[in-house]
């Protein structure tokens, strides 16, 4: 097939300035499609003038979402390619009973999650085989248009094609021509803004971590394949250890090295987050039983010095200084060694807050995060002036959907370091869930103008490299989603 080329130069300056802001990238071979899809967005803003296009790009007249909405397929429904949510309900959920019992909260993210239909249709199949067991979901996509609709949870018949008719007369009910599903779902599932190509994560700033389960399909196929390749990492790496990542049929398969096995199923190849020891000759020794060393014989009564030691054996390592055990235990946590960080911290997270911190994050990011949050407590009463550890505990509630006592943690956060951009925003996040809209706002107006506030390239404190420009906007994609009832001002 011929690669196409740009009509207009304009037309690939549009291009460039999408990628840039969403990471679509437009091959070749599609850049057809894509000067079709931009001259649709400017025949509904009433311009024909490429060149005027390129100029207003980001303007009210021209926003992002209307690019993202005719630039990519949203198409969705519920139960969408049911092999793989029978995986879900046959393999992978047994496979999280027997890792971590059923007192484990199970955590999901449907990451592009357009219109809202797989997440909810995880939190039917959860209610479906888990009566008992709490879960969480997280929903995230970039496009607000398709989170306003995924939060009023409101469709056709369309997106329930395929059905026979159990799902509509189960968990919807009938508002004119449109099926209204159930408000428990709802409930169950957090819809938040963010870009997979330029966010980061895992962050426990934007509750992405720690998952058990994340479908990401049919996404990677808009990237670039250096883009899709960091974006991939990034999503295993939110995995907990044993956790699943569930792509699209049309995804590229990906596989490079990485604590991960790719499983081939027939419903599709799936990853799964596995920290295996590395085959090396030393990994292979240390797991070597050596037979115990006889016992020396005592040393004559009449001598006064002791022996120098054997010429063939070194003497002991001095034991490591604290700093140098947080120092390796900070090198672990960016690598996602997990189980290192633990081991590394596990003595000096009650005199040391930044070792409790790093204890902490571990235990979540390795799918613990009951465990964590009890320990978040004694962490808090040790180091009772470290706002970190506060807002750290409140992530950990969130994640455990015990919003009510989050709200009263990030409280205790601010209290001791109101300048926290990203604790007013994950404020505001909770304010949203348990219904208070004014608070949300109040608190999204605040983080928004702290950041703001920031160059915009300086990394946000307690965000986990988010720069400023990065939370700024999507503080104000929140508020475009619940209403900013005072036009963007503070």
Known sequence: MTPDAWTDPAYEAVAGWLQARTGLYFNPHRRHDAEAGIRRVMTKAGIDDVALCRQLLGSQRLPLDDF????????????????????????????????????????????????GEEAYSLAILFEQEMVDQRFTILATDISRAALARARAASYGSWSLRGDDGMLADRYFRRGGDRLLLAERFRQKVNFEYLNLALDHYPSLASGAWGMDLILCRNVLIYFDRETGRRVMRALIDSLADGGVLIMGPSDPVYQEEGPHEIMVTPA???????????????????????????????????????????????????????????????????????????????????????????????????????????????????????AELHFLHAMLLIGLDRNEEAERALQRTLYLDRSLAVAHLALGSVLRRIGDLAGARRAYRRGRDLAAGKAADEAVPLSEGETAGRLTAAAKAQLALIGDDQGGRP
Do not use: M
């Open 268 to 386: 599709g190849v799936f990853y799964r987050h596995e920290r295996r020891p590395r085959s090396t000759l030393r990994g292979w020794a240390q797991k070597l039983e050596w037979p115990p060393e006889p016992p020396k014989p005592a040393p004559p009564a009449s001598w006064d010095r002791k022996p120098a030691p054997p010429p063939d054996r070194d003497p002991a390592p001095p034991a490591a200084e604290p700093a140098d055990l947080l120092a390796q235990a900070r090198a672990a946590a960016a690598r996602g060694d997990h189980a290192k960080v633990i081991e590394l911290t596990r003595r000096s997270r009650a005199a040391d807050p930044h070792a409790a911190v790093l204890h902490l994050q571990a235990l979540a990011n390795s799918g613990d995060a009951l465990e964590a949050e009890k320990l978040a407590g004694a962490a808090i009463a040790a180091h009772p002036l470290t």
């Open 68 to 115: 993202i909405t005719e630039l990519t397929v949203g198409e969705t429904y519920f139960f969408r390619d049911p092999g793989q949510f029978e995986f879900i309900r046959h393999e992978l959920l047994p496979q999280i009973r027997r890792r971590h019992g059923h007192d484990h909260a199970i955590r999901a993210w449907s990451a592009g999650c357009a219109s």
